[in-house]
């Protein structure tokens, strides 16, 4: 993360911190800053009916990226924030060039945009940027930047529990940071915060959001040794799965050692104990 990144989110951060106060020196106005916030709510259905325009100004669905039955990662940002948006995009980009799994072939990418005033134009600008740094045959058709209404924005943030504001002061929007999951269906499945994502935890959210459809046998073990933690955001050991799966190894192990040990001696059997002597 570069330096100036770091004393721009101190900065940001710091008056998120001191807002509360300045609203008391204020007489007690509401902070509108209290309403940013990114509320999991896990298998809520975000409206497959919201209308957008896409990189081309064509009219879509929301519901048109969720045909091919395969998951969805959702952004919520804006092309020409200023700060936060493209550390994001930067992120979701920088994890999904390591995955595998590839988008267009295995998920699909969606990024609406939360600022209304934003244009197809500023949208296909910065989709010609990503598609040339992802680098995979077909990602075009997997990668979607969208723009619509505010009333159309606040559909799909409202569902997926993402609270923002346009703050201005310093006509810019304020926001949390992270990116959803989807299912099939246009159901959340899995959250995950921050800027920089976790390659493991966004490839088994993606596995797990498809039920099985995409990924290998691999990736369905590693989802009976760990578990998605709402609280952090990210797959966690489960430990006690962990402990039942070596104990069926172990028992398993030792069954084929009788085995071999067993076929190891003539007729299959273990050899008789001498006597002892008188």
Not at 95 to 120: K, W, Y
Not at 184 to 191: D, H, L
Not at 197 to 206: A, C, E, K, P, T
């Amino acid at each position: 993360m570069s330096r100036w990144f770091s004393f721009t989110l101190i900065g940001w951060l710091a008056m998120l911190l001191l807002a509360p106060a300045t609203a008391l020196a204020q007489g007690g106005k509401t902070n509108p800053a209290d309403n940013v916030a990114f509320e999991q709510r896990i298998g809520e259905q975000v409206p497959l009916d919201a209308v957008f325009r896409d990189e081309q100004g064509a009219e879509v669905r929301l519901g048109q990226f969720f045909t091919t039955g395969q998951p969805v990662i959702l952004v919520m940002s804006y092309y020409e924030c200023p700060m936060l948006c493209s550390f994001v995009r930067e992120g979701v980009l920088s994890a999904l060039q390591q995955v595998t799994l590839t988008a267009g072939r295995d998920f699909q990418v969606v990024n609406i945009s939360i600022d209304p005033l934003e244009t197809p134009m500023m949208a296909a600008g910065v989709k010609t940027l990503t598609i040339q740094r992802y680098a995979r045959a077909g990602a075009e058709q997997g990668w979607h930047f969208l723009t619509g209404s505010e009333e159309q924005i606040r559909r799909v943030a409202d569902a997926i529990g993402f609270k923002y504001f346009y703050d201005e002061t310093i006509d810019q929007y304020a926001h949390a940071a992270g990116i959803v999951v989807l299912t099939p269906e246009g159901k959340t499945a899995r959250y995950f915060f921050g800027i920089e994502f976790n390659v493991s935890d966004v490839r088994l959210g993606i596995v797990e959001a498809s039920a099985g459809k995409v990924g290998n046998p691999i990736d369905q073990l590693l989802l009976l040794c760990y578990q998605y933690n709402p609280a952090t955001g990210s797959y966690t050991p489960a430990i006690m799965t962990i402990l039942r799966i070596a104990g069926v190894l172990t028992v398993i192990g030792i069954i084929t050692l009788i085995i071999v040990l067993s076929r190891s001696t003539p007729g299959g059997t273990l050899p008789p104990r001498e006597a002892a002597p008188a």
